[in-house]
């Protein structure tokens, strides 16, 4: 897997933000996946952090060769096998101020 982008997106103002990253798959090609922050994933400060073991990881992935097709079983695609590069990726972008910006935005 290659990232190729990662880009914050607050939401609105009062939205749950989240992070987009553009990636390249050596078995899929290019996929979008969208990571939403969730408690696991701050550390007692409020910051973006990869956890040791996810649980349940907010992860959701789309091939853009199969756009704009969004049905199930046609782009359909397993997060949670994808969590925690793309994880560590925001974290690698974003250090430290992932979660903040958005708190402070």
Not at 24 to 43: L, Q, Y
Not at 68 to 96: H, K, T
Request: hydrophobic residues 40%.
């Amino acid at each position: 897997m290659q990232v190729e982008e990662v880009a914050h997106h607050r939401n609105g103002v009062s939205g749950e933000d989240f992070y987009v990253v553009r990636f390249m798959d050596e078995h899929n090609g290019a996929m979008i996946g969208i990571v939403f922050a969730t408690d696991e994933c701050r550390d007692e400060d409020g910051y973006f952090i990869v956890p040791a073991e996810f649980h349940n990881p907010r992860v959701a992935i789309l091939a853009l060769d199969k756009l704009p097709s969004i049905a199930f079983g046609d782009n359909s695609w397993r997060g949670d096998q994808y969590a925690r590069p793309l994880y560590e990726a925001v974290v690698e972008r974003w250090g430290r101020e992932a979660l903040q910006a958005a708190y402070t935005s």
